[in-house]
């Protein structure tokens, strides 16, 4: 069955540094997702994207993060320079359509393995 | 804005007992409501999903979900519980056409399963 995979699993990095979060969509998926999960918290919405360009981010997502897909099969988050409060679970997820659009099954968003990032 | 509520954080059960697990949401329109399970150090798996129609939903791994309009709930349930069902479920939402917030996720806060031999 096709899988979303993320890499690295565990990104250990310094205040202040970039990092670039790798993900994988299921190949014939069109709709891409970021999400975040702090430690103890909700899973939250970033940004979703399509058609190389931003559908809808959260005001979490502000100028400090990016979102490219630089060749046809990589979807990338990068964070140009991380706080401590950017320490979470990131998720990335696909979707055959854009989720709630049509109502049917192709709107499901299919979920990676997450990478943990610890900034310290 | 939409919103899901899980009341129970944590919840534990014996092995072979059934189980019930809450969610309510907000919202104004058709919601399309989904249940993910995140197993420890895992990313999260789809159990079920409603979009319309039938309003008793069947999943894997033997969980089923209803969704009742009137009381704005999700339910998800199992009739016997297995040791490797224990985890940590999260309720989400999505919103439909003619919303102003398509391919957003809102998640609930998640419960926390444990399961007694």
């Known amino acids: 069955e096709p899988e979303v995979t993320q890499t690295p699993s565990h990104q250990v990095t310094q205040m202040g540094q970039e990092v670039i979060l790798r993900c994988v969509p299921i190949?014939?998926?069109?709709?891409f997702y970021w999400y975040r999960q702090i430690l103890g918290q909700k899973v939250e919405f970033l940004v979703s994207f399509y058609n190389n360009e931003i559908s809808e981010k959260s005001e979490i997502f502000d100028d400090q993060f990016s979102v490219e897909r630089p060749d046809g099969s990589n979807f990338t988050l990068k964070i140009r320079s991380t706080k401590l409060e950017d320490s979470a679970m990131y998720f990335c997820?696909?979707?055959?359509?854009?989720?709630?659009?049509?109502?049917?099954?192709?709107?499901?968003?299919?979920f990676g393995p997450g990478t943990r990032l610890t900034v310290l | 804005a939409q919103s899901v509520t899980q009341p129970d954080i944590h919840i534990t059960v014996s092995e072979g007992a059934s189980l019930e697990l809450r969610c309510n949401y907000s919202y104004g329109a058709t919601p399309y409501l989904f249940w993910y399970v995140q197993s420890p150090g895992q990313g999260l798996q789809l159990l079920l999903k409603y979009f319309s129609g039938d309003t008793l939903v069947q999943g894997i791994k033997g969980f089923e979900a209803e969704f009742k309009r009137s009381q704005s709930s999700f339910n998800l349930r199992k009739p016997s519980v297995h040791w490797s069902d224990a985890a940590e479920y999260f309720c989400a939402v999505v919103t439909n056409a003619g919303g102003t917030s398509y391919g957003k996720l809102t998640f609930g806060q998640g419960t926390i399963l444990t399961v007694h031999p």
């Open positions: 190949s014939n998926h069109l709709y």
């Open positions: 997820a696909s979707s055959e359509a854009l989720a709630g659009w049509t109502g049917s099954s192709t709107d499901t968003q299919y």
